[in-house]
Every structure is written in C-alpha cells, then in structure tokens.
C-alpha cells in the first residue's frame, strides 16, 4: 500500500473510452480527461505519473487494468459495485460524475469503496476452465429440451434418459417426419457431451496436479470436482476471512436485514458474491437433501429444518444447508482436519452449530 499518494485517481471504465479525473491531495482537480480502453494507452498516460491511489469499479476490464497499473507501481483499488450507492442511486450518473465520486471516495477513506481482489490470472485461467463447461452443460440442456419438447408436440414421447446418454438412446424414437429437423441437434448434444466429458477430465486432473487442498474437501458427501475446484478458486486465499462464519455472507447465503425498531421482518438472501459458486453449493445442498444423500449429520439437521412446516420450509432448508456447507468446506481447507459426517452424533456432542463444525482431528482418526 502507498501511504503517501501524490494524487487520487477515479478512473470509470468504459468498454471503448474511459474517464480519468484526477485530484491532488488537498481535494483540486489536476486532470479530467478520457483515454482509450486499451493497454497501450494506460500505459502512456499512468507510466509517467507519480504513485498514485486509483480507484476503479469491477467489472469487465478491472482485472487486467489494475494488474497493469499496480506493475507501474500505483496503489489500485477495485470497489464493489454492489456497496457503490453513492454513484448508482444518484439522479445525475454520468461516466464524468462517476470518476469524479470514485476519486474523492479514494481520497477520502479507501474503505468506503469495500474493495475486492482480484485473483491471478493463472487461477483465472482454471476458473475459465470450471465456467466453460458449465456453459457446455447449459446449452446441451437447452438442446435436449428443445427436442423433447418438440417430439412431445408431435404426439410422441421420449424415453427417460440420463443427458449423457440421451444421444444414444433417444435416436430411434424421433418421428420420422421430425428427423430432418432434429437429428441434427441430437449430433450437436453428442459433440457438446464428448467435450463437456474432457472437461471433467481436465478439473480432475487440475485437483490432483495442481490443488490438491480439494481431495479434502471433497469428503463431504455432495461436493465433487467441480464444486471443491470452483470454491477453491473463487475464495482464492482462505486467509482472508478471518473466521468460517463470514464465507456466507461473503457468498450472499444469508437473510437481508431491514430492521426498524421492533419491525424485523423476515427477508430473502442477499445473492451477494459469486453466483456461479453459490449455484454450485445449492445443488449441492439438494443433493444431500435428496433421495441419494448420504446419512450425516448435516442432512439430518436440514431435514429437520424442512420438516417445521411452512411451504417454504424444504427451500430454507436448502438454503441453510448450503449455507452451512460453505462454512464447513472453508473450515476443512483452513485446518486440514478430516471431515466426520457424524461428529454431532457422538455421546460428547449435542448439537450441530455453525461454529463448532462437521471435522475431527487427524490425530483422532489414526487411533
């Protein structure tokens, strides 16, 4: 961190231009301006300055424009989006205005922008990975529905297959009148299949090769390769909660709060965070809850949470459970313990908390 800025600089990204409005340290603007939004040009206009404090929005070009700037030895800050009201909610939002708010929200307390990080672009690269073939999986489903839906239309049905195998098995009973049409879907579904099975091929070997802290967590009955690599990465460093419980909030699963004197009402999550990875622990959390669950303590606790009633109960109980999940998961990483699915089930354990989790000691294992 540069403790001694020579000058404070909102810099609004734009997908072609970008604002640049720069102060000095008594508050007076030096410079507005606007450049391309390009490397070559933040590298003429930031290579000569002074260390300056930059504070940028996330978003599409954040991550390589904060890289480059800290290489020219700025101290960059990449506000949340999210916390920003101050820009958002403003009755006069132009890409001027909102420069010129990041750059004195800089200058006055760096904390008011809630800055994020950004994670290398070598972890990027595998993140790239895990987002790919989930845009795979999301188009064959679009497919396969497509043409269920037109045989259904038809008058004919489908047999029930899994998506895998849904190229293979369902061929023969396409209507002959409709095979023109979708014969060639069903060969795409085959191609998107056969990569989207390379796929599962390279995050399995990126588990075992390269991180090899997911073999842990992957203990825990629901979560896979592709859940334990896409929490991995997204969280990047688990040092930076400083304990278990703030992974939640951190991945928008817990309750907004609108509370008022004795008005508290009960209100839906925050979906703050990654979606991507907060997705991935629901399905999880349906998974446990589910027909094919494995018996632990956790799935026990969420069934007796869907049980209380109510005709939201079974989705809160996902929802917690997967609330739970993430702290769990965050917990095996941080300490290497052994994950015991029934470690609130011993004589000496009586409930299941957040704080107190699913994980026992290795040393406890081996005797």
Same mark, same amino acid.
């Given at each position: 961190?540069?403790?001694?800025s020579t000058a404070f600089v909102g810099l609004d990204l734009g997908d072609k231009r970008s604002?640049?409005?720069?102060?000095?340290?008594?508050?007076?603007?030096?410079?507005?301006?606007?450049?391309?939004?390009?490397?070559?040009?933040?590298?003429?206009?930031?290579?000569?300055?002074?260390?300056?404090?930059? #504070?940028?929005?996330?978003?599409?070009?954040?991550?390589? *424009?904060?890289?480059?700037?800290?290489?020219?030895?700025?101290?960059?800050?990449?506000?949340n989006p999210r916390r920003l009201r101050l820009i958002y909610e403003s009755s006069r939002k132009?890409?001027? #205005?909102?420069?010129?708010?990041?750059?004195?929200?800089?200058?006055?307390?760096?904390?008011?922008?809630?800055?994020?990080?950004?994670?290398?672009?070598?972890? +990027?690269?595998?993140?790239? /990975?895990?987002?790919?073939?989930?845009?795979?999986?999301?188009?064959?489903?679009?497919?396969?529905?497509?043409?269920?839906?037109?045989?259904?239309? !038809?008058?004919?049905?489908?047999? #029930?297959?899994?998506?895998? !195998?849904?190229?293979?098995?369902?061929?023969? !009973?396409?209507?002959?009148?409709?095979?023109?049409?979708?014969?060639?879907?069903? +060969?795409?579904?085959?191609?998107?299949?056969?990569?989207?099975? #390379?796929?599962?091929?390279?995050?399995?070997?990126?588990?075992?090769? +390269?991180?090899?802290?997911?073999?842990?967590?992957? *203990?825990?009955?629901?979560?896979?390769?592709?859940?334990?690599?896409?929490?991995?990465?997204?969280?990047?460093?688990?040092?930076?909660?400083?304990?278990?419980?703030?992974?939640? &909030?951190?991945?928008?699963?817990?309750?907004?709060?609108?509370? !008022?004197?004795?008005?508290?009402? +009960?209100?839906?999550?925050? %979906?703050?965070?990654?979606?991507?990875?907060?997705?991935l622990l629901v399905g999880s959390a349906q998974y446990i809850l589910g027909p094919f669950g494995?018996?632990?303590?956790?799935?026990?606790?969420?069934? %007796?949470?869907?049980?209380?009633?109510?005709?939201?109960? %079974? %989705?809160?109980?996902?929802?917690? /459970?997967?609330?739970?999940? *993430?702290?769990?998961?965050?917990?095996?990483?941080?300490?290497?313990?052994?994950?015991? &699915?029934?470690?609130?089930?011993?004589?000496?354990?009586?409930?299941?908390?957040?704080?107190?989790?699913?994980?026992?000691?290795?040393? *406890? /294992?081996?005797?």
């Amino acid at each position: 961190m540069i403790k001694n800025s020579t000058a404070f600089v909102g810099l609004d990204l734009g997908d072609k231009r970008s604002n640049v409005f720069m102060l000095d340290q008594g508050g007076e603007l030096i410079e507005e301006t606007r450049i391309p939004t390009t490397e070559p040009a933040f590298r003429r206009k930031f290579a000569s300055l002074p260390p300056c404090r930059v #504070a940028m929005e996330a978003g599409t070009h954040s991550r390589w *424009a904060s890289r480059l700037l800290e290489q020219l030895g700025h101290e960059v800050l990449v506000a949340n989006p999210r916390r920003l009201r101050l820009i958002y909610e403003s009755s006069r939002k132009t890409d001027e #205005a909102d420069a010129e708010h990041l750059a004195r929200l800089a200058r006055l307390d760096p904390q008011l922008l809630s800055p994020i990080r950004h994670r290398g672009p070598e972890a +990027q690269a595998h993140l790239t /990975v895990i987002r790919s073939r989930d845009s795979l999986v999301r188009a064959r489903t679009l497919l396969i529905n497509h043409v269920r839906g037109s045989v259904k239309s !038809s008058g004919a049905r489908l047999l #029930a297959c899994s998506a895998d !195998s849904f190229h293979h098995r369902v061929e023969p !009973s396409i209507p002959a009148e409709l095979q023109p049409a979708l014969l060639p879907i069903v +060969q795409t579904i085959a191609s998107l299949t056969a990569q989207i099975h #390379a796929y599962n091929r390279q995050v399995e070997q990126l588990c075992q090769e +390269q991180y090899p802290e997911t073999q842990g967590l992957r *203990a825990v009955g629901g979560v896979g390769p592709i859940v334990s690599l896409a929490y991995v990465l997204t969280l990047d460093d688990p040092d930076r909660f400083r304990k278990s419980r703030e992974v939640a &909030p951190a991945l928008g699963l817990v309750p907004k709060r609108d509370q !008022s004197g004795s008005r508290d009402p +009960q209100l839906r999550i925050t %979906k703050t965070g990654d979606s991507y990875l907060r997705r991935l622990l629901v399905g999880s959390a349906q998974y446990i809850l589910g027909p094919f669950g494995p018996d632990c303590d956790l799935r026990r606790w969420g069934l %007796k949470l869907a049980e209380r009633g109510g005709k939201n109960a %079974k %989705k809160r109980a996902v929802v917690a /459970v997967a609330r739970k999940l *993430a702290i769990l998961l965050h917990r095996l990483w941080v300490t290497g313990d052994i994950y015991d &699915p029934f470690y609130h089930s011993h004589p000496d354990q009586t409930s299941l908390t957040e704080t107190n989790l699913l994980v026992r000691q290795p040393e *406890a /294992v081996c005797a």
